[in-house]
């Protein structure tokens, strides 16, 4: 049977995880854990040692993206996903303009086109493994797109949209956040989760919001729209002022978030996330186009995340028996997005990964392929 090939140990990737979300916790953040036992873990998050923590996390996120003036750190339960919904009601005034090019940015634009107080959006539409990127069009008051398509492997630029005044743009940082260079001043709302770069647990978001996506929130809060209290942003800002969230968040997530924003901060803050996220990425990229089974899959180089590198397989490659080899090794989830449908692996290569891993990964991959393939 091929998936009792053994890998040799010294090819192997000292940890074997490579998820794109949730990705690799660190032993450290363990530690932390063990270090919160008994003061934070079961405690009320309304008390001091709580909205301590979320205050901390929220300063060395304003530091981590060098926030500019007057600009706020937002967050809430719901994960990333719950962003969508708030955004079609407490932010959108009239009608959004969506760029998709794969799940993650079409799931938003579902949200705003569901939402009956809202105009039809407009969807701008690029294949899988290109980026659509946002155009002018009149009476746009939101241009939303992601940063990083998770499900494809492809990063865009994020540039305010020149000529677009008065409109907000709302970035979808959820696997770039914390992993790759970003002006927060080129975008109003930048969201994101903490279960990728920030190598926690899903379940809470956090927007980085500037004073005229405020603004803009308090304007429709104070409408006749309905807004239900899970998706207000007002409350949101309110409470996020406070240290606090609507409803109880999950410590364990914050605990581990923090640990590794001190460890992203002590080793130099998003310079060096993004070094070693590229160094990754080029290793990754660079193997597969010397490959001749395997290449990446997102053909424009610049637009290839050095995140979450998807890589195309020859069709001599079985995907699923590649990966069932892998994972009986240890080496674990670098499954494609489901959707996508192609015969591809996708490798999470966010700032908790060693990028010797990445090589050794490569190494066994070629191992792998060796010995599976005639
Ligand atoms: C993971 C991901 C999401 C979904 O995040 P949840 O916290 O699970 O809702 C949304 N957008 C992108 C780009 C993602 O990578």
Redesign the pocket.
Known sequence: MSDSLTIPSDLLPRDGRFGS?PSKVSGFQIEALKAAESMLLGTSHRQAPVKNLVGDIRQMLASFFSLPDGYEVVLGNG????LWDAAAYALVQRRAQHSVHGE?GSKFAAATLGAPHLDASSILQADAGSIATPELEEGIDVYAW?H???STGAIAPVTRLRGADGALMVV?G??AAGGTELDVSQTDVYYF?P??NFASD?GL?FALMSPAAIERVERIAASDRYIPSILSLQDAVANSRQNQTLNTPAIATLVMMRAQLEWLMSNGGMAFAASRTADSASRLYTWAERSELARPFVGSAPHRSPVVGTIDLDASVDSAQLRAVLRANGVVDVDPYRKLGRNQIRVGMFPAVDPEDVSRLTASIDWVLERLVD
């Open positions: 979300g994960g990333s996903t719950l993650f992601p990083n398509e998770t979808d959820t696997s989760a279960q990728k899903g978001w």
